[in-house]
Nanobody, 124 residues
Framework: QVQLVESGGGLVQAGGSLRLSCVTS????????MGWFRQAPGKEREFVAT????????DYADSAKGRFTISRDNAKNTLFLQMNSLKPEDTAAYYC?????????????????WGQGTQVTVSS
């Protein structure tokens, strides 16, 4: 089993940047494909980005392409999400998730473990 703790959220103006982190404990990060999801108030949780166990394969939601970058440091058991050119519509609680698959994709059902989330608020 693995525990996930996100950090790095906060309040930022539109056009700004934030870097989210997700530290894992328990089993090592390298045992899992990882993903970032987000949930805005009144909306369903949605996929943002995913990265394979090796880190060689990544995929993004259309809303994140060109602005967000997912990466991982398996030696430090840490997952990252670099978010640039933030927009008010990026405001949401952001969750990291771990999957036993080699490549997990964007489906929530492929993920076994979830963090508690970190809030990102983008002001206009």
């Amino acid at each position: 089993q693995v525990q996930l703790v996100e950090s790095g959220g906060g309040l930022v103006q539109a056009g700004g940047s934030l870097r989210l982190s997700c530290v894992t404990s328990g089993r090592t990060l390298s045992s899992y494909a990882m993903g970032w999801f987000r949930q805005a108030p009144g909306k369903e949780r949605e996929f943002v980005a995913t990265i394979s166990r090796s880190g060689r394969k990544t995929d993004y939601a259309d809303s994140a392409k060109g602005r967000f970058t997912i990466s991982r440091d398996n030696a430090k058991n840490t997952l990252f999400l670099q978010m640039n050119s933030l927009k008010p519509e990026d405001t949401a609680a952001y969750y990291c998730a771990a999957s036993s698959y080699l490549v997990a994709g964007g489906q929530e059902g492929n993920y076994d473990y979830w963090g508690q989330g970190t809030q990102v608020t983008v002001s206009s």
